[in-house]
């Protein structure tokens, strides 16, 4: 039998013993006997360990033999123990992969310019190592040819059996800036395939009247960058000249709301919220669930500001420190704690504030509950390469809209370069299939991806070992309201209605 490692994660509340399962993400109440047993399984035959069990943990356990026969079940259900194999000449054909692949999205930098200095962007220069703010544009034979590349890729995917429909996205930078270039790429795009999802993000403070309209009648599913209530939003995302956004967005995205609700239109939207250890969480969810109305429909997407490669947060800490902030770092902690609270402890609570405090609630479960089954694809949670292709002003192809020009896999002129998509693509899965990695018991709650690969190809340890931590504190929460009764799986259902248009822009 080939060698076996022990996957699993031990955690506690006050009042039980758990583990959780690296293979498919189950979690098991298991007391000190049930430990040994998994972790001794493959050390000792049956009579002996039970023996050694026995004599360890006395009359903890009545009958050691259905203890040994449970152990066993779920480990045959190829739980706990992954096989240890040699990876190292594993050859990954990405282009398969692609082809095969159950999500297909050009992605257009039409700008890199921005009438916005967010201080978190990785534009900024807080983030020393990313691309920088820069003149570039794309010009319309560029995004045409992009347009071409994307739509032939996505007809392998039709000939393989892929039903969804071709989605274009408009990026930046701020795409408003090219107002213009958005039109003609979805005149030429529509022409070639009339069925193709058009999304653009924005800030959306450019959002003119005309904008408005045209969005509303081509069905442009539009995502602001907004993150909550204005005191809150003010403080990192400002205009070049340091000026606050809040009241500007929020103007016209009460503008473009209006106009859809006179024609009838019901054109869902969503928000980019982005926070640190400052936000107050809970007021942002609640700004959500006041403006439900205005908004309705929509869903939030809330992503914690990259703590990697930065100087953002000793920036935090100096306007703290000289008083420009009278924040506190544990905010983020505190309105978490009063998250929880409202959505599981108060009956009162609305089926609002579940559905846009939901995600903050489930964190990682979601990850979880999607890989519930075990069985996760070669890349686990990160995105098939080339199931997104970004492509830069000057045509540089990337496989995120977030890598930058971090590892690129080609140029609109060549088209995209198999070898370069061959080349970071096993970067990735060689660290997936590295031993700290492998084995690692929360593995199918993680969301390490290309983006957060380093310049030789490995993701760093820093970044797993914040992600266990958290990993492990928001089990303790979830499972310590499980034993208190509280129905975690109801906050769940709030969230999970628009998932595949979740998947589409974030």
Request: charge should be positive; hydrophobic fraction near 35%; aromatic fraction near 14%.
């Amino acid at each position: 039998m080939a060698e076996q490692k022990l996957s699993m994660m031990p955690f506690k509340t006050e009042k039980f013993s758990y583990i959780l399962d690296g293979n498919t993400g189950r979690v098991i109440v298991a007391d000190q006997p049930t430990v040994f047993i998994i972790s001794n399984y493959y050390k000792f035959k049956k009579e002996e360990l039970i023996i050694k069990a026995k004599e360890i943990f006395a009359e903890l356990h009545k009958d050691y033999n259905v203890l040994y026969n449970y152990v066993s079940n779920l480990i045959n259900m190829r739980m706990f123990y992954v096989e240890k194999t040699d990876n190292s000449e594993l050859y990954i054909d990405s282009r398969e992969l692609a082809i095969n692949s159950n999500q297909s999205q050009l992605i257009l930098i039409l700008t890199e310019k921005c009438n916005l200095r967010c201080e978190y962007c990785i534009y900024n220069d807080k983030y020393p190592k990313e691309m920088g703010y820069s003149d570039e544009e794309m010009d319309f034979e560029t995004a045409k040819k992009a347009v071409d590349m994307y739509y032939e890729l996505h007809m392998e995917r039709i000939k393989r059996g892929y039903k969804r429909y071709p989605v274009i996205t408009m990026y930046g930078g701020e795409p408003l800036l090219k107002f213009d270039l958005i039109k003609k790429v979805m005149d030429y795009a529509k022409g070639l395939m009339p069925n193709t999802l058009f999304y653009t993000t924005t800030n959306g403070t450019l959002l003119s009247e005309k904008m408005m309209d045209y969005f509303i009648e081509n069905r442009i599913i539009i995502t602001f960058s907004i993150d909550g209530f204005k005191e809150n939003h003010d403080r990192n995302r400002v205009f070049i000249n340091g000026m606050p956004t809040f009241e500007r967005a929020l103007k016209n995205i009460k503008r473009l709301q209006e106009k859809k609700k006179k024609q009838n239109i019901k054109q869902v939207i969503s928000f980019n919220c982005c926070f640190d250890q400052y936000t107050n969480v809970y007021k942002v969810a609640k700004f959500f669930e006041e403006n439900y109305d205005l908004f309705n429909p929509f869903f939030v997407l809330y992503n914690q500001i990259n703590p990697f490669d930065t100087l953002y947060f000793d920036w935090c800490e100096e306007q703290v420190r000289t008083g420009k902030w009278k924040l506190d770092k544990n905010n983020f902690k505190n309105a978490m704690n009063k998250i929880e609270h409202e959505v599981y402890e108060v009956e009162t609570c609305s089926d609002r504030f579940k559905q846009v405090a939901g995600p903050l609630v489930m964190k990682d479960f979601v990850l979880s509950i999607r890989n519930k089954d075990g069985k996760q694809q070669i890349t686990r949670n990160s995105c098939i390469p080339t199931s997104k292709i970004a492509v830069s002003p000057d045509g540089t192809l990337t496989l995120c809209e977030k890598m930058c020009k971090k590892y690129p896999i080609g140029t609109i002129e060549k088209g995209i370069d198999w070898g370069a998509v061959n080349y970071v693509t096993d970067k990735l899965v060689q660290h997936f299939n590295s031993d700290s990695c492998k084995y690692c018991p929360i593995r199918t709650m993680c969301e390490a991806c290309f983006m957060f690969l380093d310049e030789n190809g490995r993701i760093k340890p820093s970044f797993c070992k914040s992600k266990k931590t958290a990993v492990i504190k928001n089990l303790e929460s979830y499972f310590a309201k499980k034993e208190k009764g509280f129905d975690v799986m109801k906050v769940y259902n709030h969230t999970s209605d628009l998932d595949s248009l979740k998947e589409m822009v974030k």
